[in-house]
């Protein structure tokens, strides 16, 4: 591919540069990639009529389960699987390049929380480490091993070691991220309540099938009541993903420079709505390069001015309790 591409990715500055770099990456992706390709082809698309990145079509993400999603003919450095649904479908996620991957959620991370040296890192991801190939356990490993901290670690089902472990960074005032899904977050809470004053704590979204589903509001609430904190942080990313939005209060995320979000119209794939309205996300995320970088995905949510955004809900999660998706 062309390196001058590659090495643009995490320097642009604007909206001029991420529209002007994003249709290069779409015509090459539209060469390249042949699942993308024939996609294109089947909704008769002609690559060289793009000329705005609203018009490029984006590649439903449950393409992931069934298609090898891959631009160029690169090797394959690692391969990334999601928790998979009911049906026990698994995305599938083949990056050629590792580096990349690490490169964008560590330039994520150090956007939003700064060098990951200044902090101790616990990983509460039970479901994420009782199965392999998971980016998130990448990205925590990895994470976990800038700090330099010998606290810093995973914890499984141990919920007492962990709790333990928090009390003892509390009395030292070590600056603390708790990195959690949202079930075992929500477990901790129920069996222990205390207060954290230097520890950010952060979810990862899901009760993957171990509790009933609540709003993000609701979740937060819960946490903030246990652990006496006025913000709960959150983590907005997916397997097909190189990366991530972050969310310091309220679940409103942001995305770095080189990602960026639309909301299409529920009804019309093809049409945009205004910020403030419901529709599903749409994300553009120029470190996909080597797989598809225009990813149309399952998650329902809004726009605010400025491009931060909320997270509503999912198309087919209609069980999320006091959470209507379609009103505005």
Known sequence: ??????????????????????????????????????FLEQLGTDPGSI????????????????????????????????????????????VSDPDLYIESFSRCFRLYYGDPANYCILALLPSYLERRESSLVFMAKYLIEQTNHPDSGFYLHNLDDLTEKLVKLEKKKQKTILLGVSFALLDLAEKYSLPLNYTIIIETGGMKGQREEIIREELHDILKKAFRVKEIHSEYGMTELLSQAWSERDGIFHTPPWMQ??????????NYI??????????????NIHSCSFIATQDIGKLHPGGSFEVLGRFDNSDVRGCNLMVD
Not at 2 to 29: C, T, W
Not at 78 to 91: M, Q, Y
Not at 274 to 287: C, H, V, Y
């Open 1 to 38: 591919m062309d390196k001058s591409i590659k090495s643009k990715i995490f320097i642009v500055k604007n909206a001029e540069e991420f529209g002007s770099l994003a249709l290069d990456i779409f015509r090459y992706q539209a060469e390249h990639n042949l699942t993308y390709r024939k």
């Open 261 to 270: 979000i639309l909301i299409r119209d529920i009804y019309d794939p093809f």
């Open 274 to 287: 205004p910020d403030g309205k419901s529709g599903g996300i749409n994300i553009i995320d120029l470190a």
């Open 51 to 94: 000329d705005n990145i609203k018009r490029i079509p984006f590649l439903p993400v449950e393409s992931f389960k069934n298609h090898k999603v891959i631009t160029g003919e690169e090797k394959i450095g690692i391969t990334f699987k999601s928790s998979g649904t009911a049906s026990g479908d698994r995305s599938i996620h083949y």
